[in-house]
């Protein structure tokens, strides 16, 4: 079952990345060289929310994600790509718990999506 999951998080990757609008197509190859940027979403409306992988893996510990450039002057670059309103979220919680907001978003309305393993 894992497997299958993960082929299909890479396949829906790789295909919507190769279909994306302007702001997927500007950021596919940070996002896809970046493991920190865990789950990036891209609406149809090209509105984009990243679930920013927050964990220290050496030492277990939360990273601050701003600290790390996910700031707002990362989001004022990427409105300059066609990403509109980019919003970055920690993919964990404080309490070491994942965050599962995106399974909220409506699938017909996304336009790229990507996600490390």
Known sequence: MKKLLIAITLITGISTSAFAG???DSINDW?????MTGITIVTNDQQLT??????NKFDRTLRDIESYGFDNDLAKSLQSKGCINPT???MYNKYGQPNRDWKNIDPSTIDYIYRHI
């Open 50 to 55: 990243m679930y920013v992988d927050n964990v």
């Open 31 to 35: 996002v896809v060289g970046d493991p």
């Open 22 to 24: 302007q702001c997927g």
């Open 88 to 90: 970055f979220i920690p």
